[in-house]
């Protein structure tokens, strides 16, 4: 068992930047792939960005060049460093685990572990 808290996520200015982190627990992550998935209000939950067991990074389209995902496995934690918000970046973000391997990390229908959410929330 994995158990996952995300924190630091809040209200922000467009422009700002925000550095989510989640913190597991129970397991070492080291042989984890950890997702990134967000959900706006009233829509599906959606891809933003993996990081692999091996280190391959993966970013969703409409957050390329302005998240960067990235994992401490000494730390067993996950991070998403978002910049130049956006107030269309507002929705609960959720860290996410699995040790499945040959899976499209982008579905959260392959995920066996999940955080709680984290609110970011980005005014115009």
């Known amino acids: 068992q994995v158990q996952l808290v995300e924190s630091g996520g809040g209200l922000v200015q467009a422009g700002d930047s925000l550095r989510l982190s989640c913190a597991a627990s129970?397991?070492?992550?080291?042989?984890?792939?950890m997702t990134w998935f967000r959900q706006a209000l009233g829509k599906e939950r959606d891809f933003v960005a993996s990081?692999?067991?091996?280190?391959?990074?993966y970013h969703a389209d409409s957050v390329k060049e302005r998240f960067t995902v990235s994992r401490d496995n000494d730390k067993n934690t996950l991070y998403l460093q978002m910049n130049g918000l956006r107030p269309e970046d507002t929705a609960v973000y959720y860290c996410a685990a699995t040790d499945l391997r040959g899976i499209s990390l982008g579905s959260a229908t392959n995920q066996q572990y999940w955080g709680q959410g984290t609110q970011v929330t980005v005014s115009s």
């Open positions: 129970g397991q070492n992550i080291h042989a984890y792939s």
């Open positions: 990081v692999t067991w091996a280190g391959t990074i």
